[in-house]
Nanobody, 123 residues
Framework: QVQLVESGGGSVQPGGSLRLSCAASGNIFKIDDMGWYRQAPGNQRELVAIITSRGIANLADFAKGRFTISRDNAKNTMYLQMNSLKPEETDVYYC?????????????????WGQGTRVTVSS
């Protein structure tokens, strides 16, 4: 069974920083695009940043200049460094990844979500 597990959430004061991690585990053959999303209660899930397997990153406009997305392919892990956090960025942050597994000769790609990690920005 393949799964994604986020960590690194917590409470921070406005202007503070957090580093989120997303680790994929299981019988993984490859991981294509990975991404971070966030969602507040009653709101739609929104994209924060995505990164390809080659390390090409795209960030939402609100994240540019403050957030950095990266990944370590050898560890099947993705990171999100968040700086200058604002109270309105209090959300649950989710990771998403397209994970490929081999079943015999058949390559299957699974779109997976982690369980989420809560980030609270408050004084």
């Amino acid at each position: 069974q393949v799964q994604l597990v986020e960590s690194g959430g917590g409470s921070v004061q406005p202007g503070g920083s957090l580093r989120l991690s997303c680790a994929a585990s299981g019988n993984i053959f490859k991981i294509d695009d990975m991404g971070w999303y966030r969602q507040a209660p009653g709101n739609q899930r929104e994209l924060v940043a995505i990164i390809t397997s080659r390390g090409i990153a795209n960030l939402a406009d609100f994240a540019k200049g403050r957030f950095t997305i990266s990944r370590d392919n050898a560890k099947n892990t993705m990171y999100l460094q968040m700086n200058s956090l604002k109270p309105e960025e209090t959300d649950v942050y989710y990771c998403n990844a397209d994970v490929g597994t081999l079943q015999g000769d058949l390559l299957r790609v699974h779109g997976l979500w982690g369980q989420g990690t809560r980030v609270t920005v408050s004084s």
